[in-house]
C-alpha cells in the first residue's frame, strides 16, 4: 500500500513539475497576448473569467494549444501568483506573472486552490501555497482578448 502511494506521489509530482518547467532556456519575446481563462468557481458572475497575460513564444504556442484543444496538450492554468491588480485582470486582486504561466492536467493537491479561496486569503498566501505556484483545477482557455 505505502508503495503504491508513494508512486502515486511520484507520479503527480513528476506530472507538475513537467508541466512547469517546459519552458526552460531564454524565451523568445514577442508583442504581449491576454487570453480569457474560465474558472471552474469564481466569486461572482462578473468575475467568472481570469485573465493571463503571455509574453514569450514558447508560453504562446502552449497558450494556443491549450485554447484549440490541439492534441494532448495539457489545458488547465498554472503560475505564480503575484499580489495586485492588473488593468488586463482588475475582477482580482491577484495575477499570474507572464513568465510562470503554464498547463498541467494533473498537479500535486497543494497547489490546487481555487483563485476566489487566493482572493480571499491573499495576505495568507505563503501559508497554503507552495512557492505561490497555483494550479487552477479545472480552469480553461476559452478566447483571446484584444486590448
Known sequence: MTIRTTAATALLAALAITATTAFAGPAAQ????????QLSSAPTIEAQEFI???T??????????????????PRSVLGKVVRGRESY???WN????P???????FAI???????????????NLNSFLPDNTLCLTGSRVVREVIR
Not at 491577484?94 to 506573472?97: D, E, R
Not at 513568465?99 to 492536467?105: A, H, L, P, R, T
Request: proline share 3%; charged share 25%.
Open 52 to 54: 493571463i497575460k503571455v
Open 56 to 73: 514569450d513564444k514558447e508560453r504562446l504556442d502552449a497558450t494556443l494549444q491549450a485554447m484549440n484543444g490541439k492534441g494532448d496538450a
Open 89 to 91: 485582470n482588475s475582477h
Open 99 to 105: 513568465d510562470s504561466i503554464g498547463f498541467f492536467d
Open 30 to 37: 514577442v508583442e504581449p497576448r491576454y487570453f480569457a481563462v
Open 109 to 123: 493537491t497543494g497547489c490546487q486552490w481555487p483563485a476566489n479561496y487566493v482572493e480571499d486569503n491573499i495576505e
Open 94 to 97: 491577484f495575477h499570474l506573472a
